[in-house]
Structure formats: C-alpha cells, structure tokens
C-alpha cells in the first residue's frame, strides 16, 4: 500500500502533466497547410490564414515561456519572423529554439534590469509589427515581474521597492498588478496598443484565481477595468504610502488629476484585432487530480478553485472541512480527497523563509494536531512556494508532535513565518524542481 508522500505525489504529478505548457499550446494551437486553427478548452477553431500576414512575431513573458515558444516555433517553422520573451532564472529548460527567437532569462518576483531591457525588446517588436503582421503573445505565471518597463520618471528601483511593499502587505495579486499596470509601458492593454493595428493572438495559460484577463500577467493585451484611483487605493488600503517611492507616487497623483492618458479600456479599437485565448488553468489542473485520485481508490469532489485569503486563516477553514470528512463522512465518505485550488496571501511579520503554501501547511498541522487518519497536501503548481526552492508542504495529524520531538513548536515557526525550516527539517517538503508551469495553488485534503 502507498504511504502519505507516494500518494500526494501522485496527485501532484497528474495535476502538473495536465498543465504542460508545451502540450498545452500544440492543443490550443494546430497547423494545416496554410493556415491555423486556433482554440482554447471548450471553445470552437479560429482559422488563422497565415498567407494573408507578411510577417510573424512571438514575444511574451512568464515562467512557462520556454517551452510555449519550443512548441509554437515547431509548429510556425519557416513562418517565424522574430521573437523576444523574459522567461524566470533557471526556466529555459533546455527549449531548442530557431535564432531568431530569444528566450531571455529575468528575476521573479522582485523586477531586474535584465527585465527591463528584455521588455523593452518585446515593446520594440511590438511597434514594428503592422497591419500585414501577426504577433503571437505568450502569457504565463510570473509575467508581470518579468515584463518591467516602467512608465517615464520612474525608476527599475523605484519598482522593486514597489513590489516589495506589495508582496509584504497581503495585497491580493489582483490589487498588486492594478498598481503595477499603471506604472508601466507594457502591462494593461499596452502593449495591444503598441502592436497596434497588427493581429495579436495571446495563448494565456493562467495563474490568477477565476482567470480574470485583464489581472493575469497584468494584461498585456487585454482592456484595462481599474483606474489611478483604484490603484492609489491599494496604497492607501494597505497603508503603505510611505513605503512607496515618491516618483511613483508622483507618477499615480499626475493619472489621478487626469494629467496623464489612462491605460486603455474596453472599447478601445487597439483591441478590434486582439484574441486572448486561455490554453490551462487551475481548474484543469485540479481535474487531473481528481480523476486521479478517484483512480488510487478515493471517493472525490472538487471543491472550488476559488479560494483566497490569508494563508493560516483559509488553513484553519480547510482543516475544517477535513475533520468533517474524518468524522461526519461529509461532503464526501471515507477513503476521501476532497481538492481545492486558489491562491492565499501571507502579511510577513517574521524574518524566517517559507510560501503562502507552506504557511498554510503549517498553520493547517496546528488544527490538526493529534487527528488520526487525515493529511492535507499543498503546493504551489510552478515549483517554487515563495523564495524557496519548495513547492508546498505536507501534513497530518503526527506533523506537530514530530516536531516537537525534534525541539521545534510549530506556533513559533509560524509566527516567524519560518514554515520552510520547519518542514525541511521534518523532510515533509514537496520539491519538484521548476514545472515550468504556473497555474496557482493545490490543496488536498485526505481522511482514510
């Protein structure tokens, strides 16, 4: 019989296999002589006539752009004009990729110059392209902090002390990308407008709860829904005004009096030759799980892939829903995994090391102490659970005491927000390497 790490990782690994983003895109993208049939889970083929364009560029960002651009380039060929994308630091994969395309390594999550003279290149393309042109855009996780092009009168500094504080006050990604939208030249539609009027196919695989368009990588191609207003609320929502560079703040009270253009909104005819089409998801992720799990002997639901929240609070509630499963045989009866998917948020009040997704593992071993016959499995779909060389963690009812056998207290460790050094020393983490995908988190919740 398979112990607890045997049977997460097989969740884990069919959940990753179904997100492949090099399957992903030969799926959502196919070539029949001349032309392209075009299309996204559910929805029907758009036919690309690729004789009606004179050139053909692909430019993008994000954690899986390596090997998106191996399989669109595979499947372009001779039709392949020139590309540019920023992919994460250690994501090139060894993709074989035609010269004319540059896979351009980034710093993710704090922005670098190697991301601001990579965006620029992607920006530069962009502009060239016409009205006979084709640009393919890739969007992936990570895509906002890779693609840094900050707006003039703003620094690369100014941004990184930005993202800084954003990252450290909870703020949900969504209000984290509708500030970073208006200090930049690319993100929120703008690079749409640049390409501007040639055709622009975005294959978008998503890591943003509810695959909101104009939030994933902070939407490039796509109208923008949130204003300088709503951005200057984050900032004062937060209360971290005075944690954030003055340019920046220069930069949104010139938007906010109407100084300086909005960035484009619905509407706007710079979107009338734009296609954004999802190719992979959280819910086709957690899917995979399911079907998995149903095959290992599991009676199964899939709950949402909705949630959000501070890590340690959604951990109690999912904890929760655990013990019912172990007690109540609810929502669904024993053996049970019952799935999840989301992405929690961590306010970081300790010095320690560790992710949104071993915090709430953490916080989770808590609730469970002493629990017999129940596990909880979390990760994060990319690899790589905040700055760590982690995915995720794993839990059960023995997780506390284990450490505490070994002089730690699991509500120290929490407190410091230093759930990495906890698991690590209890060879509980989930490593899997870079995946090469990011499609949000995962939590699996096992009563036997």
Same mark, same amino acid.
């Not at 620029?120 to 990570?142: P, Y």
């Not at 620094?155 to 990308?177: F, H």
């Not at 939208?181 to 040639?198: E, F, M, T, V, W």
């Not at 079907?291 to 999912?318: D, K, P």
């Given at each position: 019989?398979?112990?607890?790490?045997?049977? !997460?990782?097989?969740?884990?690994?069919?959940?990753?296999? !179904?997100?492949?983003?090099?399957?992903?895109?030969?799926?959502?993208?196919?070539?029949?002589?001349?032309?392209?049939?075009?299309?996204?889970? @559910?929805?029907? +083929?758009?036919?690309?006539?690729? @004789?009606?364009?004179?050139?053909?560029?692909?430019? @993008?960002?994000?954690?899986?752009?390596?090997?998106?651009?191996?399989? #669109?380039?595979?499947?372009?060929?001779?039709? &392949?004009?020139?590309?540019? $994308?920023?992919?994460?630091?250690?994501?090139?994969?060894?993709?074989? &990729?035609?010269?004319?395309?540059?896979?351009?390594?980034?710093?993710?999550?704090?922005?670098?110059?190697?991301?601001?003279?990579?965006?620029?290149?992607?920006?530069?393309?962009?502009?060239?392209?016409?009205?006979?042109?084709?640009?393919? +855009?890739?969007?992936?996780?990570?895509?906002?902090?890779?693609?840094?092009?900050?707006?003039?009168? %703003?620094?690369?500094?100014? #941004?990184?002390?930005? /993202?800084?504080?954003?990252?450290? +006050?909870?703020?949900?990604?969504?209000?984290?990308?509708?500030?970073?939208?208006?200090?930049?030249?690319?993100?929120?539609?703008?690079?749409?407008?640049?390409?501007?009027?040639?055709?622009?196919?975005?294959?978008?695989?998503?890591?943003?709860?509810?695959?909101? #368009?104009?939030?994933? !990588?902070?939407?490039?191609?796509?109208?923008?829904?949130?204003?300088?207003? *709503?951005? =200057?609320?984050?900032?004062?929502?937060?209360?971290?005004?005075?944690?954030?560079?003055?340019?920046?703040?220069?930069?949104?009270?010139?938007?906010?009096?109407?100084?300086?253009?909005?960035?484009?909104?619905?509407?706007?005819? %710079? =979107?009338?030759?734009?296609?954004?089409?999802?190719?992979?998801?959280?819910?086709?992720?957690?899917?995979?799980?399911?079907?998995? !799990?149903?095959?290992?002997?599991?009676?199964? $639901?899939?709950?949402?892939?909705?949630?959000?929240?501070?890590?340690?609070?959604?951990?109690?509630?999912?904890?929760?829903?655990?013990?019912?499963?172990?007690?109540?045989?609810?929502?669904?009866?024993?053996?049970? +995994?019952?799935?999840?998917?989301?992405? /929690?948020?961590?306010?970081?009040?300790?010095?320690?090391?560790?992710?949104?997704?071993?915090?709430?593992?953490?916080?989770?071993?808590?609730?469970?102490?002493?629990?017999?016959?129940?596990?909880?499995?979390?990760?994060?779909?990319?690899?790589?659970?905040?700055?760590? *060389?982690?995915? @995720?963690?794993?839990?059960?009812?023995?997780?506390?005491?284990?450490?505490?056998?070994?002089?730690?207290?699991?509500?120290?460790?929490?407190?410091?927000? *230093?759930?990495?050094? =906890? =698991?690590?020393?209890?060879?509980?983490?989930?490593?899997?390497?870079?995946?090469?995908?990011?499609?949000?988190? $995962? $939590?699996?919740? #096992?009563?036997?």
């Amino acid at each position: 019989m398979m112990n607890l790490q045997e049977q !997460a990782m097989r969740l884990v690994q069919a959940a990753l296999e !179904a997100v492949d983003p090099a399957q992903a895109l030969r799926t959502a993208v196919r070539r029949e002589d001349g032309s392209l049939c075009i299309s996204g889970p @559910g929805s029907g +083929c758009r036919e690309v006539d690729l @004789g009606r364009y004179q050139r053909v560029y692909v430019v @993008g960002g994000g954690k899986a752009g390596a090997p998106m651009a191996q399989a #669109l380039s595979e499947i372009l060929g001779e039709r &392949l004009t020139a590309g540019w $994308l920023n992919v994460k630091q250690g994501h090139l994969v060894g993709a074989l &990729l035609p010269p004319s395309l540059t896979i351009h390594e980034a710093s993710h999550p704090i922005p670098s110059e190697a991301g601001r003279l990579g965006a620029a290149q992607i920006l530069e393309l962009a502009r060239q392209a016409g009205e006979d042109d084709l640009v393919f +855009c890739l969007i992936s996780g990570g895509g906002s902090a890779l693609l840094p092009l900050p707006v003039q009168g %703003v620094t690369l500094g100014d #941004l990184q002390v930005l /993202t800084d504080a954003l990252l450290r +006050c909870g703020a949900t990604i969504n209000e984290i990308n509708t500030v970073r939208k208006h200090c930049s030249q690319i993100k929120g539609g703008q690079l749409a407008r640049a390409a501007y009027p040639a055709t622009v196919i975005s294959m978008i695989l998503s890591d943003v709860v509810g695959n909101p #368009l104009d939030v994933i !990588a902070s939407g490039p191609t796509v109208p923008d829904t949130t204003t300088f207003a *709503d951005a =200057f609320a984050v900032l004062t929502g937060y209360d971290i005004v005075k944690a954030v560079p003055e340019r920046i703040l220069r930069h949104l009270r010139a938007g906010l009096n109407g100084d300086l253009p909005e960035t484009p909104k619905p509407g706007d005819p %710079v =979107f009338d030759n734009v296609h954004n089409v999802i190719i992979g998801s959280n819910a086709i992720a957690a899917q995979a799980a399911q079907a998995q !799990a149903r095959e290992m002997g599991f009676n199964t $639901l899939l709950l949402s892939t909705y949630i959000e929240g501070e890590a340690r609070e959604v951990a109690r509630a999912m904890a929760g829903i655990t013990k019912s499963l172990a007690v109540e045989g609810w929502p669904v009866p024993k053996p049970a +995994c019952v799935i999840a998917g989301g992405e /929690t948020t961590v306010t970081i009040r300790g010095s320690g090391r560790g992710g949104r997704n071993q915090e709430l593992a953490l916080s989770a071993a808590l609730a469970l102490a002493g629990w017999e016959g129940v596990a909880m499995v979390t990760l994060a779909t990319d690899g790589t659970d905040g700055p760590t *060389d982690a995915a @995720g963690a794993i839990v059960d009812g023995s997780t506390v005491s284990r450490g505490q056998a070994q002089g730690m207290l699991a509500a120290d460790y929490l407190a410091r927000n *230093d759930s990495y050094t =906890f =698991f690590d020393r209890l060879g509980d983490l989930i490593r899997t390497g870079a995946t090469n995908t990011n499609v949000n988190d $995962l $939590l699996f919740m #096992l009563a036997w």
